[in-house]
């Protein structure tokens, strides 16, 4: 071969080499946490800690991947060792086709809202379930949204440890493996169930004409709520969702959001959770804005400041 041939094909070579995590940086890295679930299926535990409603609580699971798309994930006993589950059991199992964005929009479209909207920085190494990872943190460019931090195995690209953070900086979720397996033998042929049968909506649906800066409508999906037939719309910035419920209002006394001046008149009627306890509604790890518009019943729910939901549903045509 001559010298030129050879210098021809070393950079053809190169291109299909991945570089080391510790080279890479963090947009690539990112990008393969998209691709390490096309690649792996997994099982293993995971200890979580939500703090969505006052004082952290505290759970294990199991969680198992079937690759590309197929997630299933239950809480399990402390005392429970199994490494390997044999069925989802013995606590209720939750199936989880990817998250309303996640089934709707396709991975390099939704990375590239998410860039739009967030930055990216290394912020060092770690270790997870005695694996090596690369810290990466995710943080809005515009205030007012969530912020994540993530520890992504060096090796494949999966997501060892997940923070999640509101748009004040509180936490709202911290999930970590603390056992990873990348052979799940049996544990890859467990049946998943079948995605439930979405009805359509049966009536005009509202939308708003105002949405916050940097999120895009995803869908639409028919539900149900308390036997009644509803609309549930999604929005999302990449990284963060909007939630938009609507319903026909039938013979309903009159809903006021339960944060404004007046009476409390909730139609969920209940001890208040210790934030709004403390009178500081704006600062909850979720905003819910209700109304009642004309014939339409009507919430929104997103980890977004208030006055952004308020004027959301305000515009709602």
């Not at 209720?92 to 990817?98: A, H, N, S």
């Not at 996640?102 to 809202?113: F, K, N, Q, Y």
């Not at 639409?220 to 999302?236: C, F, K």
């Not at 979720?286 to 939901?309: A, F, M, Y």
Request: proline fraction near 13%; charge should be positive.
């Amino acid at each position: 071969m001559t010298r030129r041939g050879f210098l021809l094909l070393v950079p053809l070579a190169l291109i299909g080499i991945q570089p080391p995590a510790h080279c890479a940086n963090a947009e690539s890295i990112l990008r393969r946490t998209y691709k390490a679930d096309r690649l792996y299926s997994y099982v293993g535990r995971q200890e979580a800690t939500l703090s969505l409603w006052g004082s952290p609580t505290k759970f294990q699971l199991m969680f198992l991947h079937q690759r590309p798309n197929r997630d299933m994930q239950w809480p399990i006993r402390p005392d429970d060792n199994r490494d390997h589950p044999a069925g989802p059991g013995p606590g209720p199992g939750r199936f989880m086709p990817r998250g309303p964005q996640g089934r709707r929009l396709p991975a390099e479209e939704r990375l590239s809202l998410l860039l739009r909207n967030y930055r990216l920085k290394r912020e060092g190494t770690g270790q997870v379930a005695g694996r090596k990872a690369t810290v990466l943190s995710i943080s809005p460019r515009r205030p007012g949204n969530p912020s994540q931090t993530l520890w992504i195995d060096d090796d494949t690209g999966i997501v060892l440890r997940n923070q999640l953070r509101n748009c004040f900086g509180a936490m709202v979720s911290d999930t970590a493996f603390v056992k990873l397996d990348l052979n799940p033998g049996p544990a890859n042929k467990l049946p998943f169930p079948d995605p439930p049968k979405r009805p359509e909506p049966g009536f005009l649906l509202l939308r708003p004409t105002y949405v916050p800066t940097g999120y895009q409508y995803v869908a639409t999906e028919g539900i149900e709520i308390r036997g009644q037939q509803a609309a549930h719309l999604m929005y999302t910035d990449g990284l963060n969702t909007i939630s938009l419920f609507q319903r026909i209002r039938k013979d309903e006394p009159p809903v006021d959001d339960p944060h404004r001046d007046g009476p409390r008149r909730d139609p969920h009627p209940g001890p208040l959770p210790p934030w709004a306890r403390r009178g500081d509604p704006h600062k909850a790890p979720i905003q819910i804005v209700k109304r009642h518009l004309e014939d339409r019943s009507v919430t929104l729910i997103g980890d977004i400041p208030r006055p952004e939901l308020e004027k959301m549903a305000g515009s709602l045509r």
